[in-house]
């Protein structure tokens, strides 16, 4: 996600600081967004120096200091509430108060993020969706603490990125994930149902809904472990049963078949 964030801040005239603890990644990330650019130049849609321009803001960092004089900081690291408290501690001390403190979280309480942080005022989510370069919508989520300058802030980013900010309370799954992944479940129910086949299953719900995708082809595209995982965080932070995991999802992530990314998912993929 880190890669297509930079990627879309570079593609709008900013300068972007990248940082990960792990240097093999920024190399990984920097020559992944050099080979998309070099697609758009080959399909017409960027001239190269315009993608020399882009490539250009684009600024490794190895450590956050080096970092210090940015407007606006995005997080984009591991899904694990420690690790982002111990990095929005640090992020607190070395950026000035003014400085919004976003989270790309899908999952995590911005709340509880900013319960790491002298400001928590300052911190807000700033939820991108994949591929972030391209996909519209920004979820900016207000945690208890969060200013409405910090809000506006964001927003205003957004909107440079010309993205579509929709605005929502700290609360589990946000909006997307809240609706969007219980439906893929239900539809994981209803293969396991025998309600129909997987094909019959998605084609119902392209035609009969006008979604773009079928859920279960849109389970295998996400990651079927990271439906799994926000199904189990909505389940628990609910509480509520009707986020139960469907078994089949379960028995798929015991069996390694988690979509896209490991060529079998709901359905099979050449790797
Ligand atoms: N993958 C998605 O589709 C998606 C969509 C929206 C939001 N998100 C959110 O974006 C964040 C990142 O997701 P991802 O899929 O890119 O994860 P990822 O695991 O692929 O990448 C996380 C990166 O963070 C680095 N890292 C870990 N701790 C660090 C630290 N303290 N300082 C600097 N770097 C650190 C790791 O080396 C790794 O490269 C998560 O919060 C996730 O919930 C993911």
Known sequence: MGSGIAQCIAEHGMRVFILDSNPEIVKKAVSKISERLQ????????????????????????????????????????????????????????????????????????????????????????????????????????????????IEKTKKLANILEKIPVEVNDTPGFIVNRILIPMINEAAFALQDNVADKESIDTAMKLGAAHPMGPLALADLIGIDVCLHIMESLEKNLNNPKYKPCELLKQMVKENKLGRKTGQGFYTYKK
């Open 39 to 150: 697609r758009a130049v080959d399909s017409g849609e960027i001239t190269s120096d315009h993608r020399k321009e882009i490539f250009e803001k684009i600024c490794i960092v190895e450590n956050l200091n080096q970092a210090e004089d940015a407007d606006f900081v995005i997080e984009a690291i591991i899904e694990d509430i420690e690790n982002k408290k111990n990095l929005f501690n640090r992020l607190d001390k070395i950026f000035s108060n003014d400085i919004v403190l976003a989270s790309n979280t899908s999952s995590l309480s911005i709340s509880e993020i900013a319960k790491s942080a002298n400001h928590p005022e300052r911190i807000a989510g700033m939820h991108f969706f994949n591929p972030a370069y391209k996909m519209k919508l920004v979820e900016v989520v207000k945690g208890i603490k969060t200013s409405r300058d910090t």
